[in-house]
């Protein structure tokens, strides 16, 4: 099944959209397909999950205060 889960996310990867979030839900539409049924699938990895927490927090789709300034401190070691 993770190799499924790999070849979804390539495809949703694919689409344009500014958020993963939003790709998603491009990508249900697009194949006429459930968010349900595909956030079921995506949500068996566990960095898909991970990956997805962090993108909806930089898209302010959630707000961590908290993941907001470690992901901001990190950027800052980035450019030093």
């Not at 898209?59 to 030093?80: A, M």
């Amino acid at each position: 099944m993770n190799h499924d889960i790999t070849k979804l996310l390539n495809e949703i990867g694919k689409i344009k959209d500014l958020s993963l979030m939003d790709k998603i839900t491009t990508y249900c539409e697009q194949n006429d397909l459930s968010t349900q049924e595909i956030g079921d699938i995506l949500s068996e990895s566990e960095q898909f999950k991970r990956n997805f927490w962090i993108d909806c927090v930089n898209n302010n789709t959630i707000k961590d205060d908290f993941l907001k300034e470690k992901i901001q401190e990190t950027f800052d070691l980035d450019e030093w």
